[in-house]
């Protein structure tokens, strides 16, 4: 029973629900910039250089042969794959960009004016004063 209390607070610190949270996010971001790249980026892409569909793009090493498939070199998808990469390192720098820029914000802030005296050190004062006189 010890172990499954120590995952239970493991799994509860906020790190680890905030690093869950991000996988998550992450994993449907990545899936709308693919589907970016592969519906709106390439097919203008590939008219512009006339009329090629990167995904088509591939280089045959060996002939299939029967059952055997051909041996391929998919230059194509790797392109796009560098395209959803870019697109992805770009949001990613925007966002560490975007919280840079609020911590220095925060370390900008004037640090609070220290606390007055407290009550007990006006009265110890005032003994003293007292007591000089």
Sequence with gaps: MGMLKEFKEFAMRGN?????????????????VTSFVNDVIMPP??????????????YTLKDAEGEIAAVTLKYGMFIQNIFDFIIIAFAIFLAIQGMNKLKKKEEAAPPPPPPGPTNEEKLLSEIRDLLKK
């Design 16 to 32: 680890v629900v905030d690093m869950a949270v991000g996988i998550i996010i992450g994993g449907a971001f990545g899936k709308i």
């Design 45 to 58: 892409l590939g008219l512009i250089i006339g009329g090629v569909d990167f995904k088509d793009l591939a």
